[in-house]
């Protein structure tokens, strides 16, 4: 069922065994999840709404809490040590569809704040980083601005680029594009598509079936808090082995 | 915020007398303001002994404060003045993110010093006040003008640090204006017994509204604690402040405090009061913040955790940030209404502002004189709680971040 990884080297950078999750009010959100995400890897998660998919990738960096099973990342477990959290936290970037930028601070100190608080690093050496990331994604000529100046394309991208300044070893992105007018939604794919040219590991929720099909290494299918199938993007697109999953396809494609 | 339309006969017409109903209202009011408004002005200017004020009018200022050690009050003033003034000047001489500075005296400012001039030339002589302490109020409005012209020139050149430390000024301000005031470091003590008028007034509400501050995001804080030790501590102590009137805790201050703290602990009376007004200010302002919070999107402390920042530096550095701003004009209307609330101290039989006023009527000479003095104190305390309003919307402006739509 599972696809070749690209890299093959132990250990993977997420593996998550069995995850479960109940809300407070009974719901069971997740009904035994199992990942692996090797280093290097992009991973397309699919599925309809209320299949999972976002909470399950906030248990990676414990924006979610889960009451079974196990996640690894990067070798650490996930536990409810406090100092693990915060060290797994520091290597997971996170892209959300509402962007969360921070509106009262400029764009590069939207970049800057974390590298300086969490990493102690010294402010100048960021800020020449931070300078090279919107150089990257494209909006060097904003930095000065606030966020709410930045239509949403350009805020999706400064964060992404507030996520690099991190450094992160893997970079979650949930839904990054669901929440941009049609004609935004380009500019911030290219972007992660070049993130994932340059070797990054990237676990996507997403909609985008050209994006899947194109940067995808595996697609991965929730629905009902599990996963429903697991494949290529050509096997998942063109081949898939499950009713559910061609239920779903019919509907976006 | 889009040009203001202007005012010229043609829109006034259209305006005030679109139809016939429109109009009718329009000369009612106008006709009744004006019937009002003359009324008051004869009273004002011709029947009104306004002696009683000018009798009284030191003891309106700072109640029976030892002459000899008044020079300290001057001095505070004074040094209020140039803080004043400095804060003015090095604000306008920032640009606001999002529009460039227009002038080194905008059309506001001049009002604003046109108003303070016409205000100093006028009221101590209005007062009766003698030349000498006349020429006073003249230079300290003059130093006030002053430190606002030189800030505002050579503001911009202040550095990034110092402009940051220049909200400082205020706090240390407060605290030498407590030695100041209070004695001590080699300045004869002056015993809060002593202080009065509008001095002791603004000193508990400035010492309130200085601690209630903190106090009130702690609280906000811990109402919205994970830990439930410390979420219910917070709301057992908001709803019983707020369920409580004020008076009722002052008296209970006065009373109960004494008993519950050991010979000499218990802080003097006039402390006591500033404490509970405090603590009952603290309770409206945590619920004031706690909005704030609230309005404040989750995602801003998951993208802030996200990036590996501890809840306290999320807290510090993204939430808090966010939400006092979004808090700020409850906040300050807290702060005005405690700057009222401070006349209540008069029933427990402090000497603050309306104190003063109550004692001064009770003397056989100015009987029948309350109206003057009841207007007099209204005057004194909408200056006071207009330049609070005022102030705020000049913040809320400044941190307002730019946005597409301005």
Known sequence: ?253 | MGPKPRLTPASLRKELFATPLDGLVTVLLVTGLAAAGSRLLHWALAQADWAVIQANSTLFAVGRYPIEQQWRLWLLVALLAAAAGLSWGVLRSRPLPDRPITALWPGNDRLATGILVLLASWAPAALGLTLSIQSRWWALTGLLVLVRWLAGRYGSRLGKTATLALPLVWPLLYLVGMVLIGGGLGLVTVGANEWGGLLLTLVEASFAILLSAPLGVLLALGRRSSLPLLRWGSIVYIEFIRGAPLITLLFLGQNILGFLLPGGMAPDRIWRAAWILTFFSAAYLAEAVRSGLAAVPRGQLEAARSLGLSLPQALAQVVLPQALRIALPATVGQFISLLQDTTLLSLIGLLDLLGTARSVMANPLFLGKSSEVYLTLAVLFWCCCAALGLGSRALERRLNPPSLGR
């Open chain 1, 1 to 253: 069922m599972t696809a070749e990884p690209k890299v093959a080297k132990s250990p993977a950078m997420i593996e998550a065994r069995g995850v479960e999750k109940w809300y407070p009010n009974g719901f069971h959100a997740l009904r035994g999840v199992d990942l692996t995400v090797q280093r290097g890897e992009v991973v397309v998660i699919m599925g309809p709404s209320g299949s999972g998919k976002s909470t399950f990738i906030r248990t990676f960096n414990a924006l979610e809490e889960f009451q079974k099973g196990s996640i690894t990342v990067d070798g650490i477990a996930l536990n409810d040590d406090l100092r693990k959290i915060d060290a797994i936290r520091r290597e997971v970037g996170m892209v959300f569809q509402q962007f969360n930028l921070f509106p009262h601070l400029s764009v590069l100190d939207n970049l800057t704040l974390a590298p300086v608080l969490v990493r102690k690093r010294s402010k100048g050496e960021v800020l020449n980083q931070a300078m090279a990331l919107l150089e990257r994604v494209g909006i060097a000529e904003q930095a000065h601005k606030f966020p709410g100046q930045l239509s949403g394309g350009q805020q999706q991208r400064v964060a992404i680029a507030r996520s690099l300044c991190m450094e992160p070893r893997i970079l979650l992105f949930d839904e990054p594009t669901s929440s941009l007018d049609p004609e935004m939604v380009r500019e911030v794919l290219e972007v992660m598509q070049g993130l994932a040219a340059d070797g990054m590991t990237m676990v996507v929720v997403t909609h985008e079936v050209g994006f899947a099909r194109q940067v995808a290494d595996r697609v991965v299918l929730m629905a009902d808090g599990q996963v429903v199938e697991e494949a290529t993007p050509e096997r998942f697109f063109d081949h898939p082995q499950h009713e559910r999953s061609r239920q779903f396809l019919s509907q976006i494609l």
